[in-house]
């Protein structure tokens, strides 16, 4: 998000926080109306959040220049899914109107 300040999986890591934080709220809801669908969102936090720990450092995490080419990768894929998932969420709870 900040080209020059090599924070980014701060960032990350706190949108993924925020992001799962909503699904949190919205789990009742989501494991009545698409167990499925919930089950691949868990899946994609813990696929990001696999990544995230191994760059843990101290209370936050390394520099973003230091994630090996491989876990970019790892990162983009996942998030991407997730992030298709997560699109999915107001369909799957009737909230698109």
Do not use: C, M
């Amino acid at each position: 998000e900040d080209r020059y300040s090599h924070t980014d999986l701060w960032d990350l890591a706190a949108n993924v926080e925020g992001s799962a934080y909503a699904v949190d709220l919205l789990r009742p809801a989501l494991t009545e109306a698409d167990p499925d669908l919930l089950a691949e969102i868990d899946a994609g936090f813990a696929e990001v959040d696999a990544v995230l720990v191994t760059y843990e450092a101290g209370d936050g995490y390394v520099a973003f220049t230091e994630v090996s080419q491989a876990d970019l990768d790892k990162l983009k894929t996942s998030t991407a899914a997730l992030s298709e998932h997560l699109s999915q969420v107001a369909g799957a709870l009737g909230l698109e109107g």
